[in-house]
Nanobody
């Protein structure tokens, strides 16, 4: 499956962005999906994950209550609505797909990765 992430940009602290991840090539609805991020000099960490059905979600503690992950299987697209953004949210955000699990929380579970989209939050 091919993943294309978009929607990043420069925003002031307190602002919002919505990331999208469009999938093609295989049945999107059969994949667990996730968003990860990597800041300069830091390791890549999970931000949020969603089951193939959309019925279960997971959020990292640092974004819970501010970010919302969702998916539209009819459009083969996953979203990450990011509100109340903070400078520490600045990172490259990656979307990923896992064909083997219901809900995946670690990056080594994921089989496919998008190219990343930069999110920069200014103070």
């Amino acid at each position: 499956v091919q993943l294309q992430a978009c929607g990043g940009g420069l925003v002031q602290a307190g602002g919002s962005l919505r990331l999208s991840c469009a999938a093609s090539g295989r049945t999107f609805s059969s994949f667990a999906m996730g968003w990860f991020r990597q800041a300069p000099g830091k390791e890549r960490n999970i931000v949020a994950a969603i089951s193939w059905s959309g019925g279960n979600t997971y959020y990292a503690k640092s974004v819970k209550g501010r970010f919302t992950i969702s998916r539209d299987n009819a459009k083969n697209t996953m979203y990450l609505q990011m509100n109340s953004l903070k400078p520490e949210d600045t990172a490259v955000y990656y979307c990923a797909a896992d064909s083997g699990s219901y809900l995946s929380l670690t990056d080594y579970d994921y089989d496919y990765w998008g190219q990343g989209t930069q999110v920069t939050v200014s103070s």
